[in-house]
């Protein structure tokens, strides 16, 4: 039988390269889309078999090489996300204008699916542009291609991530961690491998038409995240609750100065709300889409000896 045919969008990311993996060993043909094949491509090339994957350069937007693209594949994948915006990387570009020309792309070619990645809690958040982006984004796929799957997952975490690795260079380095919010904000980390078993099942069972929240198995406050970081680098910090308001100033100052800032104005707006099933729809978990779950204090103790003084020899025995 045919092998199905995957166009992954992101496949460089963290997410991305965990799915390739994953996909490639299930014997799916799997295209993945790169921006610079020079810098990332030998990244993906190590993800998979020989013949397994194909890498496609699409370094600027061009909409006959990326329609030429679609042609004979059977599922679509957009992993395509940004924590802030950077010149042509508007929140609208990426979270809601190149969604809707996906979903297009899809139903013109009869894609059996197309799973779009969004985000969780997105709902409440309706001041932050992010928010807003991404709840358009799925609005716009949801009226256009039937054979939509979006999922919603809360942070995931993994080596590869932008989330727990920061936090673990920033608590090695400063004696005092500012808590926005006083770090009530709740979050359900969801290792990546987890997140890439769930699309792995949407794909099997074929799920369309469905918005799942995708979750991990502990419900976390952002202090506890923290504390549990601390613990596995075994150090103390003084955790200091911050007022927004000088938060915010910070922020304005990482983002005129800063590339990749620390945190965004948009971001305080985001830690305002949790980071939980809204209810509306089914989870996961509901679905029963999960072997069996990573335990955030178990996963990052794996790979906090980076941030140890005795490197490799600071490892424990798990």
């Known amino acids: 039988m045919k092998p199905k045919e995957i166009l992954v969008l992101g496949a460089s990311g963290q997410l991305g390269r965990h799915l390739l993996r994953k996909l490639t060993k299930k014997n799916y043909k799997v295209t993945a889309l790169t921006r610079n094949i020079h ?37 679509c994948i957009n992993l395509i996300g940004i924590l802030n915006e950077k010149n042509k990387s508007s929140f ?14 899809s139903k013109e070619n009869r894609l059996s699916q197309f799973i779009h990645i969004s ?13 807003k982006s991404k709840l358009d984004g799925e609005n716009q796929i949801k009226n256009i291609f039937k054979n939509y799957t ?30 926005y919010y006083e770090g009530k904000t709740v979050f359900y980390p969801l290792h990546v491998t ?62 005129l100065i800063m590339k990749n800032p620390l945190i965004t104005k948009d971001q305080l707006i985001l830690l305002k709300y949790d980071n939980s099933p809204s209810g509306k729809y089914k989870t996961n978990i509901d679905l029963k889409l999960n072997s069996e779950f990573k335990y955030f204090d178990r996963e990052i103790a794996k790979y906090s000896y980076m941030w140890k003084d005795g490197g490799e020899f600071a490892k424990s025995k798990i």
């Open 92 to 105: 609208n570009n990426i979270h809601s204008l190149l969604p809707k020309l996906l979903a297009e792309l």
């Open 119 to 131: 985000a969780l809690g997105v709902e409440s958040a309706i001041e932050s542009k992010y928010a």
């Open 150 to 179: 979006i999922l919603k997952p809360s942070i995931v975490y993994s080596v590869n991530d932008n989330f727990t690795t920061m936090l673990f260079g920033i608590l090695k380095l400063l004696p005092i961690f500012p808590l």
């Open 39 to 75: 810098t990332k491509g030998y990244i993906l090339k190590s993800q998979a078999n020989a013949g397994w994957l194909d890498i496609v350069e699409l370094n600027k937007f061009n909409y006959e090489k990326l329609e030429k693209i679609f042609k004979n594949k059977d599922i």
């Open 194 to 255: 987890d997140m890439c078993e769930i699309i792995e099942k949407v794909i099997e069972k074929n799920l369309i038409g469905e918005t799942i929240e995708c979750i991990g198995p502990e419900k976390m406050s952002f202090k506890k995240v923290i504390e549990s970081i601390l613990k596995t680098l075994e150090i103390k910090r003084f955790l200091l609750p911050m007022p927004i308001s000088i938060a915010n100033i910070f922020a304005t100052l990482f983002e």
